[in-house]
């Protein structure tokens, strides 16, 4: 083993949403800062891709198959490079609800309290919005939070097919507002993520300040023998296994990974995995239900445009329930939206054995849609170990208010295409729809639930392992409950968070 002899002020695993964020804030305070990343830099040619292509090869899986829960192999779609989920996600950042922080009374049951209340992200979510370039417009959304200041910048410009189609809902009562995304201003890689946001940011602000390691796979972590303070980061880059020091270390590397290390890290002193006294850790794997359909547009379309409309009109429920059903978001064109490209299986099969022209003409004729509904922690939803394999134990939860969410959608679409003024979408015998199958993990939160009780929770409140002076954990994997949008922004603002608490405790003068 290779013994790294600089000791870093924090050693952060993984370089996605949570860790990218956090290196660039700690760099900025003037810390030390090793940023260990399995993977490796995506080439620019396989990001943004808009052509049939996206259909064509696997992407965003990599090596090594998890096992799920018939026991068979499979491979996720997920993301190992700097950056990690975030280049999946496109660009779409959108804040939590407030009541989503103090529990949900869902229809199969009532969601967990975070502990946090949104007063006390509302700060960093206008801090990672301002960092990450997010466009968007206040004041339309029905369920929006409240907020403090406006959007950085204001929302890109729709698409004329989806203009048409916003006026339409307009028309039919409902509250349509424009995506919060995160856009730079490279015509090259224009959409948001947390390579361009977070890992460049924190690589260039000094020489020696960052070090990025990419393809060092983190194995385990060592611990002290009283076994209250990690002393060593153990990772395989190459053939060779290296051991690093830092005085805080920090697992970002996703609620499947992260929880992975520490189930990896068990030893006598903590014989069922580290910072595992509750149990809790690998426990309460939670995944939004997540279904995409298809409507036919009347004249084609480009088939490679940016995700471009919400609506939460049903996140609350509609006329005939009570109890929360989800979001609806556009899908963007078919060509460059990377989850519909892997999934529902049957759609992807479909394209996969379409010609490339037929490819084409579906994309530029149609219009995706995505509706997603939050589920509830389920403990026997869970990551454990399978030798050295990943296995996941998943059964899905809140399936009757997603699927109402469903039929209320495409109550709405059969609608909007009978408005004689909404001439850009026209009816079609079938609407070809299918839920995100368990591949698609780039979602995925709750497997160390944070808590202020350490019998019920692996961190605290601020990110910190319970039992564990120096190890902190930021990622969604910290989620007590699974919102009805997309992780992204709330994992960034908690990792701002924790960075402000990292950067006290490193510089206590």
């Known amino acids: 083993m290779i013994i790294d002899d600089r000791d870093y002020d924090v050693l952060i695993v993984g370089a996605g949403a949570a860790g990218g964020t956090l290196a660039a804030e700690l760099v900025r305070a003037g810390c030390s800062v090793l940023l260990l990343e399995r993977g490796i830099s995506l ?12 259909f064509r090869r696997r992407r965003y899986h ?5 096992f799920g829960p018939d026991g068979d192999p499979f491979l996720p779609q997920m993301l190992y490079a700097p950056g990690g989920n975030s280049k999946i996600w496109g660009g779409v950042l959108e804040r939590m609800r407030e009541a989503e922080f103090s529990g949900l009374a869902l229809q199969e049951g009532r969601s967990p309290d975070w502990g946090l209340r949104y007063g006390d992200l509302a700060p960093w979510y206008d801090r990672a919005e301002q960092l990450y370039r ?22 890109r410009r729709f698409e004329p097919l989806m203009e048409a189609i916003e006026a339409g809902l307009q028309r039919r009562g409902l509250h349509p507002y424009p995506l919060p995304l995160s856009w730079s201003s490279d015509p090259d890689d224009p959409t948001g993520d947390a390579e361009l946001f977070g890992v460049w940011p924190a690589c260039e602000e000094g020489p020696g300040s960052c070090v990025l390691r990419t393809g060092a796979e983190v194995r385990r972590l060592h611990v002290n023998p009283a076994g209250t303070e990690v002393k060593g980061v153990e990772a395989e880059i190459g053939s060779q296994r290296w051991l690093f020091r830092a005085h805080q270390v920090v697992l970002s590397a996703g609620a499947v990974n992260s929880a992975a290390i520490l189930l990896r890290s068990a030893s006598d002193g ?12 690998g426990r309460n794997l939670m995944k939004p239900q997540l279904t995409a359909m298809l409507q036919l547009a009347s004249e084609p379309n480009s088939g490679r445009y940016a995700r471009s409309l919400g609506i939460s009109d049903y996140y609350w429920g509609d006329r005939n329930v009570s109890f929360p059903l989800g979001s609806i978001q556009s899908g963007g064109g078919v060509l460059q939206d990377p989850l519909f490209a892997e999934s529902p299986p049957i759609l992807s099969l479909i394209t996969r054995l379409l010609p490339d022209r037929a490819v084409e003409w579906l994309a530029d004729r149609s219009v995706s849609w995505w509706a997603m509904s939050g589920v509830l922690p389920e403990p026997e939803n869970r990551v454990t170990l399978r030798g050295e394999s990943i296995q996941i134990n998943y059964l899905p939860n809140n399936r009757e208010a997603h699927d109402r969410l469903v039929y209320r959608w495409l109550d709405t679409i059969q609608k909007l295409e009978a408005d004689p003024l909404t001439q850009v979408v026209r009816a079609a015998p079938i609407y070809p729809r299918g839920e995100a199958p368990l591949a698609v993990m780039g979602y995925a939160s709750g497997t160390c639930r944070m808590g202020s009780d350490p019998a019920q929770a692996v961190v605290d409140l601020e990110g910190r392992c319970h039992g564990l002076a120096n190890l902190s954990v930021a990622d969604a994997s910290v989620f007590p409950s699974c919102p009805a949008v997309g992780p992204g922004l709330t994992v960034i603002a908690l990792a701002l968070r924790l960075g402000e608490r990292l950067r006290r405790e490193l510089s206590p003068g």
């Open 43 to 54: 080439p620019l040619a396989d990001q943004n891709v808009a052509d049939v292509d996206l």
């Open 62 to 66: 990599p090596s090594g198959s998890w």
């Open 134 to 155: 997010v466009h968007g417009r206040a004041g339309i959304d029905p369920t929006e939070p409240s907020r403090s200041t406006a959007y950085p910048h204001p929302p």
């Open 270 to 281: 903590h014989p069922e995995g580290l910072a595992n006294g509750s149990g809790q850790v």
